[in-house]
Nanobody, 126 residues
Framework: QVQLVESGGGLVQAGDSLRLSCAAS????????MGWFRQAPGKEREFVAA????????YYADSVKGRFTISRDNAKNTVYLQMNSLRPEDTAVYYC???????????????????WGQGTQVTVSS
């Protein structure tokens, strides 16, 4: 099993940047693909970004491509989401998630992720 704890959320203005972190427990972090998802009030939880176990492959939602960057440090058991040029529509609770899967099978589907953090709020004011 793996436990995930997000941090780094906050209230920012449009155009600002934030970096979210997700710290994972356990010694097998490098066996998990990691994803970031977000959920705005009244909306479904949606995919934001994912990285393969090794970090060599990344995926992004079209809405964040070119603005957000996912990365991981397997030595620190941590995955990051660098968010630049934030927009009011990026306002949501952001969750990190882990999926025990081979490097070639990184998923963008929330139903494939077995472990979730508690979420961190990101609010972007206009």
């Amino acid at each position: 099993q793996v436990q995930l704890v997000e941090s780094g959320g906050g209230l920012v203005q449009a155009g600002d940047s934030l970096r979210l972190s997700c710290a994972a427990s356990g010694r097998t972090f490098s066996r998990y693909a990691m994803g970031w998802f977000r959920q705005a009030p009244g909306k479904e939880r949606e995919f934001v970004a994912a990285t393969s176990r090794s970090g060599t492959t990344t995926y992004y939602a079209d809405s964040v491509k070119g603005r957000f960057t996912i990365s991981r440090d397997n030595a620190k058991n941590t995955v990051y989401l660098q968010m630049n040029s934030l927009r009011p529509e990026d306002t949501a609770v952001y969750y990190c998630a882990a999926d025990l899967t081979p490097d070639w099978a990184t998923s963008r589907a929330k139903y494939d992720y077995n472990y979730w953090g508690q979420g961190t709020q990101v609010t972007v004011s206009s």
